[in-house]
């Protein structure tokens, strides 16, 4: 099964040329997830020709402008199609008074179901069969979220030969020892999935991290990551500025990110006084503390795949 990350936006207070504000769109198979919709988020999603029309939830940090003001759009867009599914919105306090608010001040046409849900405390907020999402505190001037999506653990793999030499051949039964189901052989003895398969494999997880304040607390939460998409929008120079706005240092993502040990972090949300040249400054001294940070750029794409 695939997973996928699709970097929308990377820029944070105000869009420039070639970059966006920060958004960005997780596939798993064929499901989409949009984390933050700052402007101009339909814009890459069309360069990227991402079938914006099956975004089935969206998942905002908070409430200020440059994470926000391109959900406008997405429901416009949303609107364009025969929807039967709903769209779940989930966010910090004052999601659903936005929606509800732009809605009916901007007339929007709506064919479809919106279900926002306000997040007051940590957890998980959403769930399938075989994933979730849990919802954490950041640490910004307004109320504001991170979010990790966590694979549940895999079976193990499947071994023919062993099924085989336990006499249990090949049709429907595999499938039945694969799903965790005990069989009977050929001569009427009881076969458990353990007797042909590996032990669980690990699932994946992909974490989302902006605006924040420094907090080790944070570790916590990304622990173990396949990606980690992290805020770094300041160079460590400008420390001070980065604790009165509540934002993160690229020394800061690169100690969170150490600290979780997650295999990558890609970071994001950088300010508008760095050309694309300041941002190596920002890439250095972050890989001085995680050889596995990089800077992520608008449109790009970063697959997730598997441990094994």
């Known amino acids: 099964m695939t997973l996928e990350a699709f970097v929308?936006?990377?820029?944070?207070?105000?869009?420039l040329p070639g970059r966006g504000l920060t958004s960005v769109l997780l596939r798993r198979e064929g499901s989409?997830?949009?984390f933050d919709c700052g402007e101009g988020t339909q814009v890459n999603l069309r360069r990227l020709n991402l079938k914006w029309k099956k975004i089935s939830v969206i998942f905002i940090s908070h409430t200020h402008a440059d994470h926000i003001t391109g959900l406008p759009g997405i429901l416009m867009l949303s609107s364009q199609v025969e929807r039967q599914e709903p769209l779940y919105i989930f966010g910090p306090p004052r999601v659903k008074e936005y929606v509800e608010a732009t809605c009916r001040i901007l007339e929007i046409?709506?064919?479809?179901?919106?279900?926002?849900?306000?997040?007051?405390?940590p957890g998980i907020i959403y769930s399938e069969d075989d994933f979730e999402v849990r919802a954490f505190s950041l640490y910004h001037s307004r109320p504001c979220m991170g979010y990790a999506l966590e694979?549940?653990?895999?079976?193990?793999?499947?071994?023919?030969?062993?099924?085989?030499?336990?006499?249990v051949p090949q049709g429907p039964q595999w499938s039945?020892?694969?799903?965790?189901?005990?069989v009977e052989n050929q001569k009427g003895k009881l076969i458990e999935?353990?007797?042909?398969m590996g032990p669980a494999r690990k699932g994946r997880k992909f974490?989302?991290?902006?605006?924040?304040a420094y907090k080790?607390?944070?570790?916590?939460?990304?622990?173990?990551?396949?990606?980690?998409i992290c805020e770094a929008m300041f160079t460590q120079d400008m420390e001070e500025d980065a604790k009165d706005k509540k934002h993160l240092t690229s020394l800061q993502s690169a100690e969170i990110a150490k600290a979780a040990e997650v295999k990558s972090m890609g970071m994001i949300h950088y300010s508008p006084r760095y050309t694309r040249r300041d941002l190596y400054q920002i890439a250095e001294e972050a890989k001085s503390v995680f050889p596995d940070a990089f800077l992520t750029k608008d449109c790009q794409h970063i697959p997730i795949p598997y441990e094994e």
């Open 8 to 15: 929308l936006g990377t820029g944070g207070m105000m869009p």
């Open 193 to 196: 999935p353990s007797e042909v």
């Open 207 to 212: 974490s989302f991290v902006t605006d924040t």
């Open 109 to 121: 046409y709506i064919n479809y179901e919106i279900i926002v849900t306000e997040i007051t405390s």
């Open 32 to 34: 989409l997830f949009l």
């Open 151 to 167: 694979e549940k653990m895999r079976p193990g793999i499947f071994f023919p030969e062993k099924a085989l030499a336990l006499e």
């Open 216 to 228: 080790p607390a944070i570790a916590d939460e990304v622990q173990g990551s396949d990606l980690l």
């Open 176 to 182: 039945q020892l694969q799903n965790g189901q005990s």
